[in-house]
């Protein structure tokens, strides 16, 4: 399920994580060559991701929010 993205945060290992509008996270890592993500390095480059959407395992997979909505 494509669920947008809304914004961005490191985790403890200071890689970068997408915050989805479902409540769902997702690592966003560039970590040549499996994982191309560029993009991800700069705050420019995240912010030019803000909208777009990504597939949600989590959602598919009927899995509560990582970060529940207040």
């Given amino acids: 399920m494509k669920q947008r993205v809304i914004g961005f945060h490191q985790d ?3 890689h970068w994580v997408a915050e989805l509008a479902c409540g769902h996270n997702q690592h966003v890592r560039h ?3 499996f994982q191309l993500r560029p993009w991800a390095m700069t705050e420019e480059g995240r912010k030019s991701r803000l909208g777009i959407e990504l597939e949600c395992r989590k ?3 009927g899995a509560p ?3 529940p909505v207040v």
Avoid: A, G, V
């Fill in 31 to 33: 970590q040549p060559p």
């Fill in 12 to 14: 403890e290992e200071q």
């Fill in 65 to 67: 929010p990582d970060n």
């Fill in 59 to 61: 959602c598919e997979e």
